[in-house]
């Protein structure tokens, strides 16, 4: 798993580590496309001017901005502003991003909030100024407004997959779980091979079912398991997906055998032995992963949480197992 | 008729050679590719839409399609509900720009800005393709017409003939001779590859890639044509989705995922 080439390395990560790490090399890769937007005639005759690279600013301005590395971020930016005009959609979001990451008190972001409804009344479909826009109400904790103006937003856009998963991402911490699941499930619709949609659904049908009476937190649970089974089908060692599977069999088990009079929750259609074999599949499935991942250096630096996570849910079984 | 197993020989003089095939082929080089950048300067982007009514008309027709194709990830009550939501927004017309326009015959995309400037780009593709072709014949016509130039080193069969020798009426001349206006028409047929080479793959100089820009209605991001009725496909869509049947990709999955990966587990 060793990179030899840098550009392998911007895929849009969460990880702190991978992150920092991209950063790093902020200074190496500027210097490389210094040309960039330096002068357009002698750039173009030299080809030098793939789509890839400005890609590969723009992704580097975000792990800047991530990791706090701002003076290289503003770079980056007037970079791309110096080839595409700072009017452009992309390249004005990407403006507002910097002055929110360096705004260092709350009037200061509720005057980029100001900059961006003034941008807004120019354009009213600029589409990465809108979502800006809700980002930067939800990180000033208005979650109400924010959600309205999701929903205005895909009213006008429904087939943006990233747009119904903030959508889905709000309506969770305000705790109304139907509507994340609808969300979710548009998502879906658009993007149908994402495994890490197919995860979140079932992530958020567990915890809706944890929160409800026995016989619709069955359904629920087998809702979640098949979401869960589906992302392990599309990405097999997909860590999240097992996991997610092996709390869901659990609890679903746990369920049954405390209700097993109750014919609503032993009618839920899956048989007692498949659930066995799922939370036995998915246990050892884990263990493996675990192991293999531990003795392997780059594979255990890329995922450590969610390892450490695996291990401590691994040994709590172990030990209510004796 | 020509005579079995005589070479015809033909004296030419071979600068004939040199003052017409080679400065027929690097023209014909040359226009491909001043058509290619000619096209890329000329070429406007799709205009994006300018309100979120506008937007919304156009996607929500994406919206029906991407159900349609993609139903199989939901569940039997989701997809129901679903269904029948989109079905009656487009039978309501809930996603049109102006409801009140509905039933109304459209536009005439002459009258209409926006429509007239898609069909100004359509023009000026045709435009970009016509004008050189007809340019460079003409001028092969006054200049080289009637000029025997190529001997082809095989022997060809005689439905070749109007192929190879057109611009030359002689019925006894043996088909392995090329006149200079099929030169250039096999030149213009013919250079597809050597214009993959120089320009790359999707270049604008290959007849073929215009010809199937014109069909792709993903490319613009709308998926309405100048003079199209977004009412109408509303309707054809409700109705195709009124048809569709439903099947679900997680029923049977647990035991599917057991089967694959749950026997590679036992050993």
């Given at each position: 798993?060793?990179?030899?080439?840098?550009?392998?390395?911007?895929?849009?990560?969460?990880?702190?580590?991978?992150?920092?790490?991209?950063?790093?090399?902020?200074?190496?890769?500027?210097?490389?496309?210094?040309?960039?937007?330096?002068?357009?005639?002698?750039?173009?005759?030299?080809?030098?001017?793939?789509?890839?690279?400005?890609?590969?600013?723009?992704?580097?301005?975000?792990?800047?901005?991530?990791?706090?590395?701002?003076?290289?971020?503003?770079?980056?930016?007037?970079?791309?502003?110096?080839?595409?005009?700072?009017?452009?959609?992309?390249?004005?979001?990407?403006?507002?991003?910097?002055?929110?990451?360096?705004?260092?008190?709350?009037?200061?972001?509720?005057?980029?909030?100001?900059?961006?409804?003034?941008?807004?009344?120019?354009?009213?479909?600029?589409?990465?100024?809108?979502?800006?826009?809700?980002?930067?109400?939800?990180?000033?904790?208005?979650?109400?407004?924010?959600?309205?103006?999701?929903?205005?937003?895909?009213?006008?856009?429904?087939?943006?997959?990233?747009?119904?998963?903030?959508?889905?991402?709000?309506?969770?911490?305000?705790?109304?779980g139907?509507?994340?699941?609808?969300?979710?499930?548009?998502?879906?619709?658009?993007?149908?091979?994402?495994?890490?949609?197919?995860?979140?659904?079932g992530e958020?049908l567990y915890s809706c079912a944890d929160s409800s009476d026995v016989g619709n937190a069955c359904h629920l649970l087998r809702r979640s398991i098949q979401?869960f089974?589906?992302?392990?089908?599309?990405?097999?060692?997909?860590?999240?997906?097992?996991?997610g599977l092996l709390m869901a069999t659990s609890l679903l088990l746990k369920i049954r055998t405390g209700h097993q009079e109750d014919s609503l929750v032993t009618a839920s259609l899956m048989t007692h032995d498949t659930l066995k074999n799922l939370n036995l599949f998915a246990r050892?499935?884990?263990?493996?992963?675990?192991?293999?991942?531990?003795?392997?250096?780059?594979?255990?630096?890329?995922?450590?949480?969610?390892?450490?996570?695996?291990?401590?849910l691994?040994?709590r079984f172990d030990s209510s197992s004796k | 008729?020509?005579?079995?197993?005589?070479?015809?020989?033909?004296?030419?003089?071979?600068?004939?050679?040199?003052?017409?095939?080679?400065?027929?082929?690097?023209?014909?080089?040359?226009?491909?590719?001043?058509?290619?950048?000619?096209?890329?300067?000329?070429?406007?982007?799709?205009?994006?839409?300018?309100?979120?009514?506008?937007?919304?008309?156009?996607?929500?027709?994406?919206?029906?399609?991407?159900?349609?194709?993609?139903?199989?990830?939901?569940?039997?009550?989701?997809?129901?509900?679903?269904?029948?939501?989109?079905?009656?927004?487009?039978?309501?017309?809930?996603?049109?720009?102006?409801?009140?326009?509905?039933?109304?015959?459209?536009?005439?995309?002459?009258?209409?800005?926006?429509?007239?400037?898609?069909?100004?780009?359509?023009?000026?593709?045709?435009?970009?393709?016509?004008?050189?072709?007809?340019?460079?014949?003409?001028?092969?016509?006054?200049?080289?017409?009637?000029?025997?130039?190529?001997?082809?080193?095989?022997?060809?069969?005689?439905?070749?003939?109007?192929?190879?020798?057109?611009?030359?009426?002689?019925?006894?001349?043996?088909?392995?001779?090329?006149?200079?206006?099929?030169?250039?028409?096999?030149?213009?047929?013919?250079?597809?590859?050597?214009?993959?080479?120089?320009?790359?793959?999707?270049?604008?100089?290959?007849?073929?890639?215009?010809?199937?820009?014109?069909?792709?209605?993903?490319?613009?991001?709308?998926?309405?044509?100048?003079?199209?009725?977004?009412?109408?496909?509303?309707?054809?869509?409700?109705?195709?989705?009124?048809?569709?049947?439903?099947?679900?990709?997680?029923?049977?999955?647990e035991?599917?995922?057991?089967?694959?990966?749950?026997?590679?587990?036992?050993?």
């Open positions: 798993m060793a990179y030899d080439n840098p550009e392998l390395q911007y895929e849009h990560s969460s990880n702190m580590i991978t992150i920092s790490r991209l950063s790093q090399q902020a200074p190496k890769i500027l210097e490389r496309y210094s040309l960039l937007g330096e002068d357009t005639s002698v750039v173009s005759i030299l080809n030098l001017e793939n789509a890839e690279n400005f890609d590969v600013l723009e992704q580097l301005a975000f792990s800047c901005l991530q990791s706090g590395d701002d003076r290289s971020a503003l770079v980056c930016i007037d970079r791309l502003a110096k080839r595409f005009g700072s009017s452009n959609d992309k390249v004005a979001a990407l403006q507002g991003l910097h002055e929110e990451a360096t705004a260092e008190d709350r009037p200061a972001l509720e005057g980029c909030l100001h900059k961006y409804d003034t941008i807004l009344s120019e354009n009213p479909i600029n589409l990465p100024i809108l979502k800006r826009r809700i980002a930067l109400l939800r990180s000033l904790s208005r979650p109400v407004e924010a959600t309205t103006a999701l929903v205005a937003l895909l009213d006008a856009a429904p087939t943006d997959a990233e747009t119904w998963c903030e959508l889905a991402d709000i309506y969770q911490t305000q705790g109304m139907p509507q994340a699941i609808f969300s979710l499930e548009e998502a879906l619709l658009i993007v149908p091979n994402a495994w890490n949609v197919h995860c979140r659904l958020v979401y089974c589906r992302a392990i089908e599309l990405c097999g060692d997909y860590l999240r997906g097992l996991y050892k499935r884990l263990e493996e992963i675990v192991s293999r991942r531990s003795s392997d250096h780059h594979l255990w630096e890329h995922g450590q949480a969610e390892l450490i996570a695996t291990k401590e691994l040994s | 008729m020509a005579l079995q197993g005589v070479e015809q020989t033909i004296l030419r003089d071979p600068a004939l050679f040199y003052w017409i095939v080679f400065p027929i082929t690097i023209v014909m080089i040359l226009t491909g590719i001043l058509r290619h950048y000619a096209t890329i300067l000329m070429n406007s982007p799709p205009k994006p839409a300018s309100t979120l009514a506008e937007s919304r008309e156009r996607l929500g027709l994406i919206r029906g399609v991407n159900f349609r194709n993609n139903a199989y990830v939901l569940s039997k009550d989701s997809f129901e509900m679903r269904k029948n939501y989109l079905i009656s927004a487009y039978h309501d017309g809930a996603f049109l720009k102006d409801p009140g326009n509905r039933g109304q015959p459209p536009a005439n995309p002459m009258t209409d800005p926006a429509g007239m400037e898609a069909m100004m780009g359509m023009m000026k593709g045709n435009m970009m393709m016509m004008i050189p072709q007809t340019l460079i014949m003409s001028w092969i016509n006054a200049f080289f017409s009637g000029f025997v130039i190529l001997k082809l080193p095989f022997p060809l069969t005689i439905r070749f003939k109007s192929m190879l020798q057109s611009g030359v009426m002689t019925r006894d001349l043996d088909v392995r001779w090329v006149s200079s206006l099929s030169w250039y028409f096999l030149n213009l047929f013919g250079l597809q590859s050597v214009f993959g080479f120089i320009l790359g793959s999707d270049n604008a100089a290959n007849h073929m890639s215009q010809q199937m820009a014109g069909m792709n209605p993903a490319a613009g991001m709308n998926p309405f044509q100048p003079g199209q009725d977004p009412d109408k496909m509303y309707q054809n869509e409700a109705e195709n989705l009124a048809v569709m049947e439903h099947f679900c990709i997680l029923d049977g999955i035991e599917r995922i057991l089967q694959n990966y749950g026997a590679r587990e036992a050993y």
